[in-house]
């Protein structure tokens, strides 16, 4: 696609459930960003790949996000033991390399219950 | 934690009308400045962007001005239309000594309506 792909849309689950997220970033982006957006917030840092190299998960709030991407396409993160605090929307963005321009998803809303 | 204040949180102005949203940053390694457009269930789109060494930057009815001694930067919105109704994102990119750093941090965000 021409844009970056992120699913599902929307996610309901209950507290304490795990969940799982895409993203398929542009084609040929080799760098790859995940932000959590609150309610009426800016955006926040969560972690982010470039290349093959280790990824910054400098922004992840707690042992319970992770994230995995594989070779310099699809990644997906993953909200372990969810708690209510974590109900956002979940960005995604790539960027051809790291100091270029990012390209946002639409995200995926998360509620918790 | 290098933070980014944005202001003002929401603003109305009247089509045709000039909007100034303002953002001022407290660390002084920051090598990129964008801002992004953001409409009701969509994801961030970037706007402008500027980097320090230049200190207006004009796109169409965009303009970014920078003052880097006072760690400033705003976006004006000339002629603003009711279809530039949107929340609107100051961010800055991270320098450390192996270059760029990846992540944006992001302003709060500012609410713009434009009343026709």
């Known amino acids: 696609g021409a844009g970056v792909s992120q699913s599902p849309s929307n996610k309901v689950t209950e507290k304490g459930k795990d969940v799982e997220l895409r993203c398929d970033p542009i084609?040929?982006?080799?760098?790859l960003y995940w932000y959590r957006q609150r309610l009426g917030q800016g955006l926040e840092f969560l972690i982010y790949f470039q290349g093959n190299s280790a990824p910054d998960k400098s922004g992840l709030p707690s042992d319970r996000f992770s994230a995995e991407r594989t070779g310099e396409s699809v990644s997906t993160l993953t909200i372990q033991r969810t708690q209510q605090e974590d109900s956002a929307v979940y960005l995604c963005a790539s960027s051809l390399v790291v100091n270029q321009p990012q390209h946002f998803g639409d995200g995926t809303r998360l509620s918790i219950l | 934690q290098q933070q980014v204040k944005q202001s003002p949180q929401s603003l109305i102005v009247q089509k045709g009308g000039i909007s100034i949203i303002n953002c001022a940053y407290e660390?002084?390694?920051?090598?990129?400045f964008p801002w992004y457009q953001q409409f009701p269930g969509k994801g961030p789109a970037l706007l402008i962007a500027?980097?320090?060494?230049?200190s207006e930057k004009k796109e169409g009815r965009f303009t970014i001005s920078f003052n880097k001694s006072a760690k400033q930067f705003s976006l004006h919105i000339m002629d603003s239309q009711p279809g530039d109704s949107a929340t609107y994102f100051c961010?800055?990119?991270?320098?450390?000594?192996?270059?760029?750093?990846?992540?944006?941090?992001f302003g709060k965000g500012t609410k713009l309506s434009v009343k026709p």
């Open positions: 084609s040929g982006h080799t760098a």
């Open positions: 660390n002084t390694a920051f090598d990129y």
């Open positions: 961010a800055a990119r991270g320098v450390n000594y192996g270059g760029s750093q990846g992540n944006l941090i």
């Open positions: 500027i980097r320090p060494d230049v």
